[in-house]
């Protein structure tokens, strides 16, 4: 039976079925070796951070749910990276997997070398095989990593990273971050047999007993085709986590009352937009994707997969949930902030704040220093987002990752990017290496583009090598809407 959506999308896209087998799990590695990345030595007087990652098969409790997944070490999010913005940071994966895996960096300018993309940027690391990742990290913010193979990402592979500016003063009473997350792998079923179903062109993934069933008109308030995003994702998920906890055995977290306290979020989701709110506060937006901007007062706000927000609060008395509302989905991911004695609302308490303002990143304006200076793009550069769920193929400039042409930039330019989504989905688009200005000159490093949209976005191409453009809906990007961008010294 067609979807809605495959009947929205029917006839924009082109491509037929022979297409998917450019969507190998690992992309398929050049024709020859890339060989070890060349060592990086610190600066005189940098200050490295050295850590070891074991990526793993392991058990993990969600809160009352155990589940069989892949994680680094045994939790999910894995552990906390921390460095100064100038740092160098040396962190060796062992990959204990039964796969190929690999670690990208997410939103971090470095060098070409340790983005962690196999095929493109290194060799893919094999089972047993251990890799060091050796660069610079030159921005402050919140980011985050996860490996850049297959759908991984969607196990519990990912942890945050953070970068500390040097000149920031500690302004804050304490500081905590909230990794969002939607989980299925280890309930019945795995990332992969889910991308299996949705490429098999049976109708998006709803086989699986233990799932709540198809988002298509069946969630009550979780209708598809709902403003602003649209069909905001192809997965019904069993579970929506914050920190790694369901909402039933939430993680807790405290403060005193009249705390002011950043919260760092992270979407580390692979197919879910969030609408976040505290309930009975208001918050203050300050960063996305690293960058400051010119606070912005909320009652809750959307985060795409692989985007960041910081934001501020000063808590109240009391016990508050901090909720995640999965967009056009039903459930919800829910942490607690305790500053004091009483009972946790019910699970299912509804929140007034998510009835308020809602805030879109696109509305936020840049601080002074976060600016991209203006100036007039040298190169224009078009990403032409096309889809469909069946059969399940998402691509870039008519064709899937693999088979679309790589862009070809040149160094030194200011080069726009305009990107076009012409399908009935929202997509986080997210570039590698560098962060784009959107036209007021927000810096980001993923954009939500709503359907029928287009968004022109500024970089300077100052970073040579080979980089990724791509869908931070992870069965989008490994259904084929990624594209490379290259450019030499
Ligand atoms: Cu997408």
Redesign the pocket.
Same mark, same amino acid.
């Given at each position: 039976m067609a979807s809605r959506r495959s009947l929205l999308l029917g006839g924009l896209a082109t491509v037929g079925t022979m297409a998917l087998s450019a969507c190998s799990k690992s992309p398929s590695p050049a024709s020859s070796p890339i060989g070890p990345a060349p060592t990086l030595n610190p600066a005189p007087g940098q200050n490295v951070v050295t850590k070891s990652l074991v990526a793993k098969p392991t058990t993990l409790d969600l809160g009352g749910v155990m589940v069989d997944t892949w994680a680094y070490g045994d939790a999910a999010p894995g552990p906390l990276l921390r460095a100064t913005a100038g740092d160098m940071l040396r962190i060796t994966l062992d990959n204990q997997l039964p796969e190929d895996t690999t670690i990208h960096w997410h939103g971090i300018r470095l060098r070409n070398v340790a983005d962690g993309v196999p095929g493109q940027t290194q060799d893919p690391v094999r089972p047993g095989a251990a890799y060091t990742y050796e660069f610079t990290a030159p921005d402050p913010g919140t980011y985050f990593f996860h490996p850049h193979v297959g759908v991984q990402l969607d196990r519990g592979l990912y942890a945050p990273l953070i970068i500390d500016d040097p000149s920031e003063p500690g302004r804050y009473d304490a500081e905590w971050v909230v990794v969002l997350d939607d989980w299925i792998d280890g309930t019945g079923t795995t990332p992969d047999e889910v991308f299996t179903d949705l490429t098999g062109g049976q109708g998006a993934g709803m086989h699986h007993g233990n799932m709540g069933g198809m988002d298509h008109g069946s969630g009550g308030m979780a209708m598809s085709g709902k403003l602003p995003f649209g069909d905001a994702g192809d997965v019904v998920y069993p579970h929506y986590l914050i920190n790694g906890r369901t909402p039933a055995d939430p993680d807790v977290l405290r403060a005193k009352p009249g705390q002011r306290v950043r919260i760092r979020m992270i979407n580390a989701g692979a197919d879910t937009i969030f609408a976040v709110a505290l309930g009975g506060h208001r918050m203050t937006v300050t960063a996305t994707d690293g960058w400051a901007v010119e606070p912005v007062t909320t009652d809750a706000l959307y985060i795409g997969m692989g985007e960041r927000y910081d934001v501020e609060v000063t808590l109240g008395d009391g016990v508050f949930p901090l909720v995640a509302a999965p967009f056009g989905k039903a459930g919800r991911a829910r942490a607690l902030i305790r500053t004091g004695p009483g009972q946790a609302p019910a699970v299912d308490a509804s929140l007034a704040e998510l009835d308020g303002r809602v805030l879109f990143g696109t509305e936020l304006r840049p601080t002074e220093s976060s600016r991209l200076d203006p100036k007039d793009p040298d190169d224009h550069q078009m990403l032409h987002?096309a889809?469909q769920m069946q059969p399940y193929v998402?691509t870039i400039n008519g064709k899937p990752f693999g088979k679309n042409s790589p862009l070809s930039l040149t160094r030194g330019t200011r080069t726009r990017l305009q990107m076009m989504n012409m399908t009935m989905?929202? &997509?986080?688009m997210h570039l590698h290496g560098h962060t784009f200005a959107l036209p007021n000159g927000l810096r980001e490093d993923t954009v939500l583009i709503p359907p029928m949209r287009t968004i022109d976005v500024d970089f300077d191409a100052d970073n040579p090598g080979d980089w990724m453009a791509h869908? &931070?809906?992870i069965y &989008?990007?490994e259904a084929g809407?990624m594209i490379a961008l290259n450019y030499a010294t």
């Amino acid at each position: 039976m067609a979807s809605r959506r495959s009947l929205l999308l029917g006839g924009l896209a082109t491509v037929g079925t022979m297409a998917l087998s450019a969507c190998s799990k690992s992309p398929s590695p050049a024709s020859s070796p890339i060989g070890p990345a060349p060592t990086l030595n610190p600066a005189p007087g940098q200050n490295v951070v050295t850590k070891s990652l074991v990526a793993k098969p392991t058990t993990l409790d969600l809160g009352g749910v155990m589940v069989d997944t892949w994680a680094y070490g045994d939790a999910a999010p894995g552990p906390l990276l921390r460095a100064t913005a100038g740092d160098m940071l040396r962190i060796t994966l062992d990959n204990q997997l039964p796969e190929d895996t690999t670690i990208h960096w997410h939103g971090i300018r470095l060098r070409n070398v340790a983005d962690g993309v196999p095929g493109q940027t290194q060799d893919p690391v094999r089972p047993g095989a251990a890799y060091t990742y050796e660069f610079t990290a030159p921005d402050p913010g919140t980011y985050f990593f996860h490996p850049h193979v297959g759908v991984q990402l969607d196990r519990g592979l990912y942890a945050p990273l953070i970068i500390d500016d040097p000149s920031e003063p500690g302004r804050y009473d304490a500081e905590w971050v909230v990794v969002l997350d939607d989980w299925i792998d280890g309930t019945g079923t795995t990332p992969d047999e889910v991308f299996t179903d949705l490429t098999g062109g049976q109708g998006a993934g709803m086989h699986h007993g233990n799932m709540g069933g198809m988002d298509h008109g069946s969630g009550g308030m979780a209708m598809s085709g709902k403003l602003p995003f649209g069909d905001a994702g192809d997965v019904v998920y069993p579970h929506y986590l914050i920190n790694g906890r369901t909402p039933a055995d939430p993680d807790v977290l405290r403060a005193k009352p009249g705390q002011r306290v950043r919260i760092r979020m992270i979407n580390a989701g692979a197919d879910t937009i969030f609408a976040v709110a505290l309930g009975g506060h208001r918050m203050t937006v300050t960063a996305t994707d690293g960058w400051a901007v010119e606070p912005v007062t909320t009652d809750a706000l959307y985060i795409g997969m692989g985007e960041r927000y910081d934001v501020e609060v000063t808590l109240g008395d009391g016990v508050f949930p901090l909720v995640a509302a999965p967009f056009g989905k039903a459930g919800r991911a829910r942490a607690l902030i305790r500053t004091g004695p009483g009972q946790a609302p019910a699970v299912d308490a509804s929140l007034a704040e998510l009835d308020g303002r809602v805030l879109f990143g696109t509305e936020l304006r840049p601080t002074e220093s976060s600016r991209l200076d203006p100036k007039d793009p040298d190169d224009h550069q078009m990403l032409h987002l096309a889809g469909q769920m069946q059969p399940y193929v998402w691509t870039i400039n008519g064709k899937p990752f693999g088979k679309n042409s790589p862009l070809s930039l040149t160094r030194g330019t200011r080069t726009r990017l305009q990107m076009m989504n012409m399908t009935m989905m929202t &997509h986080p688009m997210h570039l590698h290496g560098h962060t784009f200005a959107l036209p007021n000159g927000l810096r980001e490093d993923t954009v939500l583009i709503p359907p029928m949209r287009t968004i022109d976005v500024d970089f300077d191409a100052d970073n040579p090598g080979d980089w990724m453009a791509h869908c &931070h809906n992870i069965y &989008h990007a490994e259904a084929g809407m990624m594209i490379a961008l290259n450019y030499a010294t």
